[in-house]
């Protein structure tokens, strides 16, 4: 390690293998040049590799290196995409924004990419997506992709997948799919699907399934469920469920092969176990 200092000033450093920086920085605030590990500040810098700790602004040219442990606290700004493993605060790239942990204000033209989780605000041209959690509010032109559990405000031009749950307002253009349940409002302009229950306020243009239904459920054409629905559930062709308990309307018809109770209305015919109220 070599570097030259002045008594207020350090004007140039070689931190270590790889760290070569012209720091104007005092006691590690001021403006850093160069791949310097950390700094309080102002750091500008071509390709971020072996990123420490940045609190203030940091600016990066071309598509950062490994940065496993990185902390950007503040602004990060890429001219294709700011990275590091937590970014906290404002973010942005001309083509995305990556790291392990976001939370803040994080957008890019392309889109915004996780593989822990991203946190409040993340807005992406394309899309977003994490290998694991979302959370507060996503918008994407196209797509939106949570490996676990999406949690907040969600909408997409075309459609939005979790490999978990799905809580919230989610809405897409196009389609809705969950490992888990869905709850909340749920709008698809085609449809929405999940192995689990969902609750709630949907509408799908098309068709909906799910596990089970609890709220008020509407689909232009059919609604199907391996589970009970329990509230208002209207479809304009046809609806199916293990049971219904509530009000159930199908412009053709519906079935069930468990009990029926509550308000039946259907086009042509309506079929269950038993039947318990109008019809």
């Known amino acids: 390690m070599g570097f030259i200092t002045c008594p207020a000033l350090k004007t140039f450093a070689q931190q270590q293998t790889g760290h070569r920086a012209l720091n104007?920085?005092?006691?590690?605030?001021?403006?850093?040049?160069?791949?310097?590990?950390?700094?309080?500040?102002?750091?500008?810098?071509?390709?971020?590799?072996?990123?420490?700790?940045?609190?203030?602004?940091?600016?990066?040219l071309w598509r950062a290196g490994d940065n496993p442990d990185g902390v950007i606290n503040g602004l990060a700004f890429g001219l294709v995409a700011p990275n590091a493993y937590r970014i906290n605060g404002l973010s942005f790239g001309f083509v995305g924004v990556s790291g392990g942990i976001i939370h803040g204000i994080s957008s890019g033209i392309v889109g915004v990419g996780a593989y822990k989780s991203i946190n409040d605000l993340a807005i992406g041209g394309i899309g977003v997506g994490s290998n694991d959690r979302i959370n507060g509010v996503s918008i994407a032109g196209?797509?939106?992709?949570?490996?676990?559990?999406?949690?907040?405000?969600?909408?997409?031009?075309?459609?939005?997948?979790s490999g978990g749950s799905i809580t919230g307002l989610s809405a897409a253009l196009v389609g809705i799919g969950a490992s888990d349940a869905i709850t909340g409002v749920t709008l698809a302009g085609l449809g929405f699907g999940t192995s689990g229950p969902v609750k709630g306020v949907s509408f799908a243009g098309l068709g909906a399934g799910g596990g089970g239904f609890t709220g008020l459920s509407l689909a232009g054409i059919g609604l199907g469920s391996s589970g009970p629905m329990t509230g208002i559930s209207i479809a304009g062709v046809g609806i199916g469920a293990s049971s219904f308990k509530g009000i159930q309307v199908g412009g053709v018809g519906l079935g069930s092969s468990g009990p029926i109770v509550g308000l039946t209305v259907a086009g042509v015919g309506a079929g269950g176990g038993s039947f318990e109220g109008l019809q």
């Open 24 to 60: 104007l920085t005092s006691k590690g605030y001021g403006i850093s040049f160069g791949n310097s590990r950390s700094v309080n500040g102002i750091r500008f810098n071509a390709v971020d590799r072996d990123l420490g700790t940045v609190n203030g602004v940091n600016f990066t």
């Open 142 to 161: 196209v797509g939106i992709g949570a490996g676990g559990d999406i949690k907040g405000i969600s909408l997409a031009g075309v459609g939005i997948g």
